[in-house]
């Protein structure tokens, strides 16, 4: 069971990304899905979490608004769109899953100590 995250790479601040995330040897239809990110230095963060039905999304504070997590299960993959970056975004992302959702005062969790499964990660860098 292993998931894959890509579709990094080097973009100026201002620029967009779209990162993916496909497993093998399961299918993503019965996870919940995490995009993770760690800058050198610095703990790993939940940027963005979606539930198993899609219907519940999570994302932290600073990426609100220029990120969009999403998923696609007929094609066994999740995304996240990554808008008008900014160089504090620059991080390695991970993608990682879950069998089931967990939910605190009704809003979606989404810690890494949540996942099951995680990929390698994919680097993401913004300049300046």
């Known amino acids: 069971v292993q998931l894959q995250a890509s579709g990094g790479g080097l973009v100026q601040a201002g620029g967009s990304l779209r990162l993916s995330c496909t497993p093998s040897g399961f299918d993503l239809d019965y996870y919940g899905i995490g995009w993770f990110r760690q800058a050198p230095g610095k703990q790993r963060e939940g940027v963005s979490c979606i539930s198993v039905s899609g219907s519940n999304t999570y994302y932290l504070d600073s990426v609100k608004g220029r990120f969009t997590i999403s998923r696609d299960d007929a094609k066994n993959t999740a995304y996240l769109q990554m808008n008008s970056l900014k160089p504090d975004d620059t991080a390695v992302y991970y993608c990682?899953?879950?069998?089931?959702?967990?939910?605190?005062?009704?809003?979606?969790?989404?810690?890494?100590?949540?996942?099951?499964?995680w990929g390698k990660g994919t680097q993401v860098t913004v300049s300046s």
């Open positions: 990682a899953a879950v069998a089931r959702d967990v939910y605190y005062s009704n809003v979606l969790y989404c810690g890494s100590d949540g996942m099951e499964y």
